[in-house]
């Protein structure tokens, strides 16, 4: 039998969601949920806003005893019926959907919910584009990482985040690597000028019914789960083209750090929507020295992480490149050019990519460091 939940907190909602989640699964391993979703504080008078999920499972369990379960993980987060009184929802897991039964008719309707819905049945496909004649660092995508090769930690940290993943590669050499460690492997052309053509051909390739496809950077072995879900929450707004992943920059940075062409910037709307991105810096403020341009403005660097509805993504791939593209070598130029919308998830986990051996020191210093 099919069920629907709404997972909602108001008070250490981090913290009572992550119980939420931890205790849904353990007790319904098939279970799928949304991101994230604040929304207003709707029919309490308190003025904290709740953080919701929607999920969805299939269990033999009858009704009474799915219902038994989830007020137990409500009393786990500490939930009372005093507190209930006091608008104080430390937990509240509602069950919406028990086979063809509906409950809670009014919660149906509310926009959040919908959106939540909604996300919720789209499928979303990692790929993780990996050549081997990068011209930098050949062969890095085999290159050993903490005794695994760099490819591994990059699928090992996608594999379970999203619905499937796959490493799109045009070398048989990454391809038996892949298979070697039980990783999902595509073959795919030589003559790919871009991760994004590669990530199509492979999409083409997979054959299964994806709604939003990830495009995901073999050079970062310390992607995280917390980034992808960052991009994946774009898709909560329905309007959704294009998603990817901005860093606010510290204000202690200095300003020869961002002046440094190789960190791509970008500007935000306020709705969260790349306005451009540029190898510059941007916006120039005419009326402060440069050097406390940080200290006055938030600057944003651009991780290159990218999701697409996948008719989007095969528009795109049909897109000759365009001026603005040429000039900043920014494939993402060639979309804005045209028309198309991106929406930016904000990160600030700091991570690690490969683009050099010197790279690969830093990355294994860093994994020294932090036991990983």
Same mark, same amino acid.
């Given at each position: 039998?099919?069920?629907?939940?709404?997972?909602?907190?108001?008070?250490?909602?981090?913290?009572?969601?992550?119980?939420?989640?931890?205790?849904?699964?353990?007790?319904?391993?098939?279970?799928?949920?949304?991101?994230?979703?604040?929304?207003?504080?709707?029919?309490?008078?308190?003025?904290?806003?709740?953080?919701?999920?929607?999920?969805?499972?299939?269990?033999?369990?009858?009704?009474?005893?799915?219902?038994?379960?989830?007020?137990?993980?409500?009393?786990?987060?500490?939930?009372?019926?005093?507190?209930?009184?006091?608008?104080?929802?430390?937990?509240?897991?509602?069950?919406?959907?028990?086979?063809?039964?509906?409950?809670?008719?009014?919660?149906?309707?509310?926009?959040?919910?919908?959106?939540?819905?909604?996300?919720?049945?789209?499928?979303?496909?990692?790929?993780?584009?990996?050549?081997?004649?990068?011209?930098?660092?050949?062969?890095?995508?085999?290159?050993?990482?903490?005794?695994?090769?760099?490819?591994?930690?990059?699928?090992?940290?996608?594999?379970?985040?999203?619905?499937?993943?796959?490493?799109?590669?045009?070398?048989?050499?990454?391809?038996?690597?892949?298979?070697?460690?039980?990783?999902?492997?595509?073959?795919?052309?030589?003559?790919?000028?871009?991760?994004?053509?590669?990530?199509?051909?492979?999409?083409?390739?997979?054959?299964?019914?994806?709604?939003?496809?990830?495009?995901?950077?073999?050079?970062?072995?310390?992607?995280?789960?917390?980034?992808?879900?960052?991009?994946?929450?774009?898709?909560?707004?329905?309007?959704?083209?294009?998603?990817?992943?901005?860093?606010?920059?510290?204000?202690?940075?200095?300003?020869?750090?961002?002046?440094?062409?190789?960190?791509?910037?970008?500007?935000?709307?306020?709705?969260?929507?790349?306005?451009?991105?540029?190898?510059? !810096?941007?916006?120039? %403020?005419?009326? +402060?020295?440069? $050097?406390?341009? =940080?200290?006055? @403005?938030?600057?944003?660097?651009?991780?290159?992480?990218?999701?697409?509805?996948?008719?989007?993504?095969?528009?795109?791939?049909?897109?000759?490149?365009?001026?603005?593209?040429?000039?900043?070598?920014?494939?993402?130029?060639?979309?804005?050019?045209?028309?198309?919308?991106?929406?930016?998830?904000?990160?600030?986990?700091?991570?690690?990519? !490969?683009?050099?051996? %010197?790279?690969? +020191?830093?990355? $294994?210093?860093? =994994?020294?460091? @932090?036991?990983?």
């Amino acid at each position: 039998m099919k069920y629907i939940l709404c997972v909602g907190s108001n008070t250490e909602p981090q913290r009572n969601m992550k119980l939420a989640v931890e205790e849904l699964t353990r007790h319904f391993p098939n279970i799928r949920f949304s991101s994230e979703q604040t929304s207003e504080p709707m029919g309490t008078l308190r003025p904290d806003w709740f953080l919701n999920r929607a999920a969805k499972f299939e269990t033999e369990m009858p009704y009474e005893e799915v219902r038994a379960i989830t007020k137990e993980i409500e009393r786990q987060a500490g939930r009372t019926p005093e507190e209930k009184y006091q608008e104080i929802i430390k937990l509240d897991v509602d069950i919406l959907q028990a086979g063809d039964q509906r409950f809670k008719e009014h919660d149906w309707e509310e926009p959040y919910v919908q959106r939540l819905l909604r996300q919720l049945d789209m499928r979303f496909v990692g790929i993780i584009p990996a050549r081997y004649a990068s011209t930098r660092f050949p062969a890095k995508p085999l290159a050993m990482l903490g005794g695994k090769p760099v490819i591994q930690r990059v699928y090992e940290q996608v594999a379970g985040v999203l619905d499937d993943a796959y490493v799109a590669t045009d070398d048989e050499r990454i391809e038996q690597a892949v298979k070697a460690f039980g990783g999902k492997v595509v073959m795919t052309s030589v003559n790919h000028k871009s991760g994004t053509d590669r990530c199509f051909e492979a999409f083409t390739k997979i054959g299964s019914n994806f709604d939003v496809v990830v495009n995901i950077q073999g050079d970062e072995p310390f992607i995280q789960p917390s980034q992808i879900e960052a991009v994946r929450a774009c898709f909560l707004d329905p309007q959704t083209q294009i998603a990817t992943l901005a860093m606010p920059l510290p204000a202690n940075l200095g300003i020869d750090a961002i002046e440094n062409p190789n960190v791509v910037k970008m500007v935000l709307s306020k709705d969260r929507k790349a306005l451009y991105f540029s190898r510059s !810096i941007i916006p120039y %403020q005419r009326n +402060q020295e440069k $050097e406390s341009w =940080l200290l006055h @403005h938030i600057y944003y660097r651009h991780i290159g992480l990218y999701a697409y509805q996948a008719e989007v993504l095969r528009e795109i791939t049909a897109l000759p490149q365009s001026s603005l593209e040429l000039a900043e070598s920014l494939e993402q130029l060639r979309w804005l050019e045209n028309g198309y919308t991106i929406k930016v998830g904000l990160t600030d986990v700091e991570t690690i990519g !490969i683009d050099t051996p %010197q790279d690969l +020191q830093r990355a $294994e210093e860093f =994994l020294k460091q @932090h036991q990983l």
